[in-house]
């Protein structure tokens, strides 16, 4: 147990990833309750759900709550620097199916509902599942304390 936590939580050094795991766990926790919870003008569960079966996301109520925990738990754990591998790897799932099933076919700029945003949180997700969470961070703590 002690190697999988030792490889799950693993990081590298540095002060470089805070800000980028802060910036972009606070888009990704606000998207999250947006779709969980109605919060910041979403339009909560049934809301996104009824979105998704409409473009053919389906099961809507499974897509919404799976997308919506995905990026609301993912970005607390980027926040706290918590997990930030494997959060880092689901919420880069996450995005690259928006990019795919939702923004793709309008190109790259947000004006049209591009894939600009959603391209910009993918390649973030993937440099840190890479680099993981820095210095001050849960994991940098846990990774400390099970190398004693």
């Known amino acids: 147990m002690k190697t999988l936590l030792t490889k799950v939580m693993s990081t590298t050094p540095g002060l470089d990833t805070l800000a980028v795991r802060i910036g972009a766990g606070v888009i ?17 569960l049934e809301g996104t759900a009824g979105w998704m079966d409409s473009i053919g996301l389906g099961p809507g109520m499974l897509m919404a709550t799976l997308a919506g925990s995905a990026e609301f738990l993912g970005g607390v754990f980027l926040i706290l620097g918590l997990l930030v591998r494997p959060a880092a790897l689901i919420l880069a799932f996450t995005m690259l199916v928006a990019i795919v099933s939702v923004h793709l076919g309008n190109g790259l700029f947000m004006s049209n509902n591009g894939y600009e945003f959603g ?8 440099g840190l599942a890479v680099r993981g969470a820095g210095s001050l961070s849960a994991d940098n703590i846990v990774q400390l304390k099970l190398s004693n």
């Not at 606000?30 to 979403?42: D, I, P, R, S, V």
């Not at 391209?119 to 993937?126: E, G, N, P, R, T």
């Open 119 to 126: 391209l910009a949180l993918l390649v973030i997700s993937i």
């Open 28 to 44: 990704f926790a606000a998207h999250g309750a947006q779709k969980l919870f109605g919060w910041f003008g979403g339009y909560g």
